[in-house]
């Protein structure tokens, strides 16, 4: 497996000796470089999530390498917005008890300088292929396999921080559970493979209408969650009626068949009052769910 070119390479040094011959090594193979020389630049640029590899020296002016380390490491989650990053450590330190501690504070290589180019490139390239392999994994446990949408349980997660952030800023916090309507007949009549190919044609829909900090899931067979952050109730209607009618008015095509399907939604808007955590506001907007599918489908609840 490789790794993508160009790997975004962040150096964390304040020799300028050092970094000169390490962007000369790594410009051999096209990699994007970056370098910091202060904790706050480094801790910038790791958060900027346009890093994919660390080459970092332990002795910093006003800071040690193993004190980064440590911060890194606690911050991130294998989540698509924390990906785990690589750290490779560079440094004229030759003591076991220096590359004890780095390794076991999570670094994934120790080289000594002066290091041989070739070798160094060879470590960066496999550092790069852990990189990507380990994104590909963390994407693979939170995203639905068909769709490409984030699965039940990441999409859950996600909604349990939006509440956590709900009960602190009150910024309004909306759900909407969707279900497409006679979902059953499609398969039934055009068979399962088209109607996977519808639930493919609604997610990109759902991708086409949605905002970037909108988190949208599938949360099983037919039915989808919609998570909208700084959305009150009145937005959200407006948000789930362009949905309905969008769906109402795409026609599928599939091996030579046109296929229209509508969609039922409920929407609810997450109060602390009346909510106890997040089962009892899932339960809210399915229960609207019903009540739209209850009132003739193709019908947004809120």
Same mark, same amino acid.
Do not use: W
């Given at each position: ?50 890093? =994919? $590899?660390?080459?970092? *020296?332990?002795?910093?002016?006003? #800071?040690?390498?193993? %004190? !980064?380390?440590?911060?890194? &490491? ?29 390794? =076991? $504070?999570?670094?994934? *290589?120790?080289?000594?300088?002066? #290091?041989?180019?070739? %070798? !160094?490139?060879?470590?960066? &390239? ?177």
């Amino acid at each position: 497996m490789q790794p993508p070119k160009p790997g975004r390479v962040l150096i964390i040094d304040d020799d300028p000796d050092a970094i000169y011959l390490l962007e000369r090594v790594l410009a051999k193979e096209d990699h994007e470089i970056r370098h910091a020389s202060t904790l706050e630049d480094a801790l910038r640029a790791v958060d900027s999530g346009q890093v =994919d $590899l660390i080459l970092l *020296d332990l002795h910093l002016s006003g #800071f040690s390498g193993f %004190e !980064l380390l440590e911060i890194i &490491r606690a911050d991130e989650d294998l989540s698509d917005e924390k990906p785990y990053i690589p750290v490779v450590i560079v440094t004229s330190s030759t003591e076991t008890e220096y590359k004890v501690r780095g390794l =076991d $504070l999570g670094a994934d *290589d120790y080289i000594v300088k002066p #290091f041989d180019r070739l %070798e !160094l490139r060879a470590r960066v &390239r496999s550092m790069l292929r852990l990189r990507y392999a380990l994104h590909e994994l963390s994407l693979a446990a939170m995203t639905d396999p068909l769709t490409g949408l984030y699965n039940r349980r990441f999409s859950m997660s996600r909604l349990q921080e939006e509440i956590d952030r709900e009960k602190r800023y009150s910024h309004g916090l909306t759900a909407a559970m969707c279900d497409i309507d006679y979902f059953k007949k499609v398969n039934d009549d055009h068979g399962h493979l088209a109607g996977d190919f519808v639930l493919q044609r609604f997610a990109n829909v759902l991708r086409e209408i949605s905002r970037t900090t909108d988190v949208v899931g599938r949360y099983g067979g037919e039915e989808f969650l919609l998570v909208l952050p700084e959305t009150d109730l009145t937005h959200a209607r407006m948000y789930c009626e362009r949905l309905r009618t969008k769906l109402q008015d795409e026609v599928i095509e599939f091996e030579g068949s046109e296929i229209r399907v509508t969609v039922s939604i409920g929407a609810a808007q997450f109060s602390p009052e009346k909510h106890a955590g997040i089962q009892q506001f899932i339960e809210q907007a399915d229960q609207n769910l019903y009540a739209a599918k209850r009132g003739g489908r193709n019908k947004v609840v809120a």
